[in-house]
């Protein structure tokens, strides 16, 4: 059984930092690309971060560059998103999903994740 478990969300303040973890089991995680996701209320799901399954490719959605930051250690089979210099638009819930090639929209992606919620208050 596939189970993608995010964690480290929370309440914070404008300009403060995140790190979200996804621990990941039952699939060979070294094979797979993983991406974050997250859907704010009433928005579509919103690609954030992808990185390749060697964390040799990444790729950054628009709103987050410079911001964020992808990382995966396939030694803990478990991805990572350093989110600094918070936003209130940041606010969502954050996914985590693994598909067999790094793209940027959902449906690439075959696993994902309950999602954990971040809310960022100005």
């Known amino acids: 059984q596939v189970q993608l478990v995010e964690s480290g969300g929370g309440t914070v303040q404008t300009g403060d930092s995140l790190r979200l973890s996804c621990a990941v089991s039952g699939l060979t995680f070294s094979t797979y690309a993983m991406g974050w996701f997250r859907q704010a209320p009433g928005k579509e799901r919103e690609f954030v971060q992808g990185i390749s399954k060697n964390s040799v490719f990444k790729y950054n959605g628009d709103s987050v560059k410079g911001r964020f930051i992808i990382s995966r250690d396939n030694a803990k089979n478990t991805v990572y998103l350093q989110m600094n210099n918070l936003k209130p638009e940041d606010t969502a819930v954050y996914f985590c999903?693994?598909?067999?090639?790094?793209?940027?929209?959902?449906?690439?992606?075959?696993?994902w994740g309950q999602g954990t919620q971040v809310t960022v208050s100005s």
């Open positions: 999903a693994a598909g067999e090639g790094l793209d940027m929209v959902p449906q690439s992606y075959s696993y």
